[in-house]
């Protein structure tokens, strides 16, 4: 699967990885698959920085990332219904004046113990 930037750049992340992180893209995946199908994500207001991250946690690195690219990661996780636990502290979330992130949810996958990726 290729995920592509405001800037262009294009990422390729294996779509097993972004099937067992995304119930939303499992399903996208499942019911149009083609052996010769080659998915492209296009992620407008999306920088290459932030799908780097992701695509580094998803292959089970760890992350440390400045608060504006967290605060990123965290639209982009919630735009693509992945399930990750990013790990930061919600003092610094609630600090961030951005009316539709939802620290409640971006919070709560902290506490799930079956996610083992962090930022």
Excluded: M, W
Aim: charged content about 20%; proline content about 4%.
């Amino acid at each position: 699967v290729t995920l592509v930037t405001d800037d262009g750049v294009k990422t390729k992340i294996h779509g097993f990885l972004l099937s067992a992180a995304s119930p939303f893209l499992c399903d996208v995946f499942n019911n149009t698959f083609s052996p010769n199908l080659e998915y492209c994500i296009l992620l407008p207001e999306v920088s290459s920085s932030v799908v780097s991250c992701l695509a580094q946690l998803l292959y089970g690195a760890t992350v440390i990332t400045c608060r504006d690219t967290l605060v990123q990661l965290y639209r982009l996780v919630d735009i693509l219904a992945i399930q990750l636990s990013l790990v930061t502290t919600r003092q610094e979330l609630e600090e961030t004046d951005i009316p539709d992130l939802d620290v409640s949810r971006a919070t709560e996958a902290q506490n799930r113990s079956d996610v083992p990726n962090e930022v």
